[in-house]
């Protein structure tokens, strides 16, 4: 089944005489359940085009369906929704310096979903054992490393079983084993929730994971597997 289709999408930076294109003719289909790396060089549009598939930026040109909806011409209240059902893991985790891994994970769930409080706080307290860190529930973000940080994101991002992940760097700012053991819990969990998860990346460690490798260049798809 197809979860996103995207044709003829075109985008552009800029107004007027410095109005510039940076993605071109973008054409790609992604299915249920898979995982897709999307790679290429420093300033191709990766972040622009996973952002426009987030429903975070307008699209300007063409279509893309996501989840089964048109983004082109969605107003707020419908990208809204969309929103609600894709989880967003970024380099910069984006944690809440006040709030502990819990709380972190279960104030998503709150957000997005009619769900008690002591049922969100047992499901996060769960989704963090999943990702091995039951002996830290209850620690802020500054007392966690780099990989637990991004750990309790993976967690918060997949604790209300997004039907969709769109993960911008996710080992960027981790070692290598570091980076290796967050893709692998990724990969698990997305698997075992039937979860489609496109990640966006330069690391050439990870690049095993995925079911399919699309790569970028200069605003341009090429499809290299
Ligand atoms: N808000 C913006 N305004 C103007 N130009 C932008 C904006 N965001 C990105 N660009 C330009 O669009 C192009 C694509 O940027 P984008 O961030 O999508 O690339 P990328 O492949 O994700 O790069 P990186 O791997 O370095 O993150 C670049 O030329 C960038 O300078």
Redesign the pocket.
């Known amino acids: 089944m197809e979860v996103l289709s995207i044709s003829n999408l075109n985008h552009y930076?800029?107004k007027t005489s410095l109005k510039?294109q940076?993605l071109f003719d973008i054409n790609i289909s992604i299915y249920a359940g898979e995982i897709v790396i999307l790679t290429?060089?420093?300033?191709?549009?990766?972040?622009?085009?996973l952002s426009l598939i987030g429903a975070l930026r307008t699209v300007q040109e063409g279509s893309l369906r996501n989840l089964g909806e048109e983004l082109k011409g969605a107003n707020e209240d419908k990208l809204v929704q969309i929103r609600r059902r894709i989880g967003y893991i970024f380099q910069a985790h984006n944690l809440l310096p006040f709030l502990t891994a819990r709380q972190n994970v279960q104030m998503s769930m709150e957000l997005h979903d009619k769900i008690n409080y002591r049922e969100a706080q047992d499901k996060s307290e769960a989704i963090l054992k999943e990702v091995g860190l039951e002996h830290r529930v209850n620690y802020y973000p500054d007392s966690l490393s780099g990989g637990q940080k991004q750990r309790v994101a993976i967690a918060r991002a997949l604790v209300s079983h997004p039907k969709m992940i769109l993960a911008d760097?996710p080992t960027a700012a981790l070692d290598s084993q570091t980076g290796r053991d967050v893709v692998d819990i990724m990969q698990r969990l997305a698997k075992n929730n039937g979860c489609t998860i496109l990640l966006?990346t330069?690391d050439n460690r990870i690049l095993d994971v995925a079911d399919r490798i699309i790569y970028?260049e200069d605003?341009k798809l090429t499809n290299r597997s």
């Open positions: 930076f800029g510039k940076v290429g060089p420093s300033g191709s549009g990766k972040t622009t085009l760097e966006v330069h970028m605003g």
